[in-house]
């Protein structure tokens, strides 16, 4: 069982960046999709991005396109989400996740869960 742990969320001004990092312990890391969501306060989790297994493929979210980009590192089995050009309504926990589907948006496709992140984008 892959466990996941978030890491690199804080406090930021609009228009500054951020690189969370995922860090998921056991040998089947390379087995998953893994992908970022994020919750807003009194708001549903959404879908951000997400990486196939290789690597080679990514996904994004309309809102976060071109401006933030998920990467791995299979030697490490860590997973990255570096966000760049942050807004206020950027502000949310973010959570990785890890599933069996690529291009998969639903908070149900994605079997595993970290415990989430604290971003907060000052305007």
């Known amino acids: 069982q892959v466990q996941l742990v978030e890491s690199g969320g804080g406090l930021v001004q609009a228009g500054g960046s951020l690189r969370l990092s995922c860090a998921a312990s056991g040998r089947t890391f390379s087995s998953y999709v893994m992908a970022w969501f994020r919750q807003a306060p009194g708001k549903e989790r959404e879908f951000a991005a997400a990486i196939s297994r290789s690597g080679a493929n990514t996904y994004y979210a309309d809102s976060v396109k071109g401006r933030f980009t998920i990467s791995k590192d299979g030697a490490k089995n860590t997973v990255y989400l570096q966000m760049n050009s942050l807004k206020p309504e950027d502000t949310a926990v973010y959570y990785c996740?890890?599933?069996?589907?690529?291009?998969?948006?639903?908070?149900?496709?994605?079997?595993?869960w970290g415990q989430g992140t604290q971003v907060t984008v000052s305007s």
């Open positions: 996740a890890a599933g069996m589907k690529m291009f998969r948006i639903g908070v149900r496709e994605y079997d595993l």
